[in-house]
């Protein structure tokens, strides 16, 4: 049974035609969907997050209507405000920050009897693992006293990963879990809840794909991989790695690894061998992080857009400066060589959205900074997540 009776007239047209074709052109086959027609609304539908897509690919799928809890800096670009909230129903979210106008849209969403998706990670995997959430969304799941239905997006990542340049050829799962019940989440504690939702959520790439060995085929299968991969395994150079085609070279001392159709890495130059991306990229957030991390110098990165902006708008600040890394904080410089500095202490948020894109909010002020296609924002979230997390150990 289709439940069709909420579904905006923009959908309706949408699904069977382009949604069709995003299903078909990705390769991309539902499982177990039957759960969600057959569970009365209201409820909740959560999953992990891989693909710039997944939205899309998931309401093309679903033979349900539901309505997406989105960034809010989407509903600031122009012309997409009255689609994402007229013509699709979606609810805006401050990604990295808490943000009770959601708790309440969605509150009254389900109120309704609508059915509200979102991705609890709240923001992309870069190497194929779990992102990981604040228990807080299980506090949230509590409060809301409906059913819960998570999705497995499985192979998504393969599909495009979040650094690639190129979309590749293979196939993808849309799994459906049996639904969590209100009397099922009130027998159990909220550490028992997250315990739970990160199990279910908590889709591994890496696991999935020694279980089913899943080709994705494509001859620029690396291209990109320098935005996650900034620090080279032998040398220790910053931002020194580039990428062609199926490799991944050191331009310092010629470091070179080569990415497989099930992306795993192969040892062509140099002296340590990586299994994965997932493998590079957690031994240099330790090394980054760690005590030799202290002598690393970061070079700047070319930025692009430099904005600022609140609730309904963004305004442009400078689209040419250098962005670079300081032992405290950030810096942007204009080409007058003027700046503004960000200390790591003053940021009370900071995320990545889309292009390569740093979201923060300091001293309560929301800032976008946008670098080169193939810089690494990366290192500057995971350098801040790092002090943060050494202030409030009291050490620094």
């Not at 670009?77 to 849209?105: H, Y």
């Not at 400066?321 to 204009?334: I, Y």
């Amino acid at each position: 049974m289709r439940v069709v009776s909420k579904k905006p007239l923009f959908i309706r047209l949408a699904q069977p035609t382009y949604g069709a074709f995003l299903l078909k052109r990705n390769h991309i086959t539902g499982v177990d969907l039957h759960y969600l027609s057959q569970l009365k609304p209201p409820y909740l539908v959560v999953g992990n997050h891989a693909h710039t897509l997944d939205s899309f690919f998931v309401s093309a799928a679903l033979p349900v209507h539901v309505r997406w809890v989105a960034g809010a800096y989407l509903f600031k670009l122009f012309g997409l405000r009255p689609l994402l909230e007229r013509w699709v129903g979606a609810i805006s979210k401050q990604q990295g920050r808490s943000d009770l106008f959601t708790i309440r849209a969605i509150s009254d969403a389900l109120k309704q009897g609508d059915i509200v998706a979102l991705f609890p990670e709240g923001t992309r995997t870069w190497d194929g693992e779990p992102v990981g959430f604040d228990e807080a969304i299980a506090k949230l799941i509590r409060m809301f006293k409906v059913p819960v239905v998570v999705l497995n997006l499985e192979g998504f990542y393969g599909l495009k990963p979040r650094w690639s340049e190129k979309r590749r050829k293979g196939n993808a799962y849309l799994r459906c879990l049996p639904p969590l019940y209100p009397d099922q989440i009130s027998q159990m504690t909220i550490s028992q809840l997250y315990a739970r939702l990160q199990q279910d959520i908590g889709f591994s790439y890496r696991k999935w794909q020694e279980q089913n060995h899943i080709p994705y085929q494509s001859t620029h299968a690396a291209e990109g991989l320098e935005q996650v991969l900034y620090l080279c395994p032998d040398c220790h150079g910053v931002s020194t790695m580039k990428t062609q085609g199926t490799k991944i070279t050191c331009s310092s001392c010629n470091f070179t690894m080569e990415l497989d159709q099930y992306d795993r890495l192969h040892l062509l130059h140099g002296k340590h061998p990586l299994e994965d991306v997932a493998n590079w990229h957690a031994w240099e957030q330790s090394y980054m992080t760690g005590p030799e991390g202290t002598t690393l110098t970061f070079p700047p990165d070319e930025g692009v857009l430099f904005q600022t902006g609140d609730y309904t708008k963004l305004i442009v600040l400078a689209k040419r400066f250098r962005l670079s890394m300081e032992k405290g904080g950030m810096q942007v410089t204009l080409p007058d060589n003027t700046f503004q500095y960000f200390p790591f202490d003053a940021i009370q948020s900071m995320i990545i959205n889309a292009k390569n894109t740093v979201e923060l909010y300091h001293n309560n002020t929301l800032y976008r900074i946008r670098i080169q296609k193939r810089g690494s924002i990366l290192k500057y979230v995971e350098m801040y997540q790092a002090k943060r997390k050494t202030l409030q150990g009291g050490t620094l």
